[in-house]
């Protein structure tokens, strides 16, 4: 369903260096002692997550990643080069299973989370270490530890930071189209939308946001109306909920009743839906709203419930830089 990407990669530790064998060798001292140094640890495979990353479509064209091998050791009891890091960069909500047994190995869920994937092979140690009474001069070194080599898999479920609902047909897809970089299919009629929408929400400081847009919430949706609740699970996981209001041709001919009919609706899904962060959008105030009152007296209505509320057109984009601010204050700090 939409959110999900999928890539297929290999990950190999670097291998350890090996230990060397060396004698000191000093005019003053023709029998030195063993002062091979130890070989240098191999690189790791490190994963780490980005917001800055939507997709793992930067992955498909690279499936090996190798960490440096370590370098041997050396005379004068001189250690080898640890050799480097590889960091793969992924996007936030990746989960990693190993391909073979189906392990999860990590998941990723916030930005610059990191871990090791797989460790480099421990270096060998030179022959100094292996001096005993019995032989001073010790002609072996150790090997350096292999690297390990993974096939996993990467799962990216998206995490959005907001999450856009509404009974259908009030503009979120409108709403997302102007907020973001997508392109959601907008039609005059309900249930146009039938899978989740994600769009990426930049300001100029590239900094960024994403939004899941999903299918209209109708109510009786608990009982299988309309697409029901189906695609809740897409904005259990985001932090901050925008509620989108039609104040032009409400549903139940009020707007506040709307809203409580959509709260309603997410309570039963799940508790925490209405205890998450939110805005009520009142969208369509190009048009004339139902009713008697005024826009400004609807937006009041929702201050006395204790909500906060913007009065927008997400046709004509008036109100959305407002909109697009308050929700970078909220959500990024
Ligand atoms: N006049 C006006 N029309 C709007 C506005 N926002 C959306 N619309 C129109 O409302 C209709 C529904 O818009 P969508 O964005 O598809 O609504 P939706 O909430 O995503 O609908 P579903 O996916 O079916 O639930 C379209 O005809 C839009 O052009 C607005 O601010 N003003
Ligand atoms: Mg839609």
């Given at each position: 369903m939409g959110f999900i990407d999928e890539a297929e990669i290999t990950v190999k530790s670097g291998d350890g260096g090996a230990g060397c064998v060396s004698f000191r060798r000093e005019r003053s001292l023709p029998k030195g002692g063993p002062d091979g140094g130890d070989g240098g640890k191999g690189g790791n495979v490190v994963i780490k997550a980005s917001r800055r990353l939507h997709s793992l479509y930067d992955l498909h064209s690279k499936i090996l990643f190798k960490g440096q091998n370590g370098k041997p050791g050396r005379g004068n009891n001189r250690s080898g080069k640890k050799g480097k890091d590889i960091e793969i960069l992924v996007p936030v909500g990746i989960m990693v299973r190993?391909?073979?047994?189906?392990?999860?190995?990590a998941d990723l869920v916030y930005d610059n989370q990191h871990m090791i994937l797989v460790e480099g092979g421990a270096g060998g140690k030179g022959n100094?270490?292996?001096?005993t009474a019995a032989n001073r001069a010790p002609r072996f070194a150790q090997e350096g530890q292999k690297g390990t080599e993974k096939r996993l898999k990467l799962e990216l479920k998206l995490v959005a930071d907001i999450g856009i609902v509404g009974l259908?047909?009030?503009g979120k897809s409108t709403l997302l189209s102007r907020i973001s970089h997508a392109h959601p299919k907008i039609d005059?009629?309900?249930?146009?939308?039938v899978a989740p929408n994600l769009g990426v929400m930049s300001f100029d400081d590239e900094q960024s946001l994403t939004v899941a847009d999903i299918p209209g919430l109708v109510e009786g949706a608990s009982s299988?109306?309309?697409?029901?609740?189906?695609?809740l699970q897409h904005i259990e996981r985001t932090g901050f909920l925008l509620h989108v209001l039609d104040v032009n041709q409400p549903h139940s001919g009020d707007v506040v009743k709307d809203f409580s009919i959509l709260r309603q609706e997410l309570e039963r899904f799940h508790p925490c839906l209405t205890e998450k962060d939110q805005v009520v959008v009142i969208n369509k105030i190009d048009l004339k709203p139902f009713g008697k009152k005024s826009i400004q007296e609807i937006c009041r209505s929702f201050h006395d419930l204790g909500h906060e509320c913007l009065a927008i057109s997400a046709l004509t984009g008036q109100g959305v830089e407002e909109l697009r601010q308050l929700l970078r204050e909220k959500v990024i700090s």
């Open positions: 190993d391909q073979e047994t189906g392990e999860l190995l100094s270490h292996f001096v259908p047909n009030t005059n009629y309900p249930f146009t939308t299988g109306k309309g697409l029901g609740h189906r695609f």
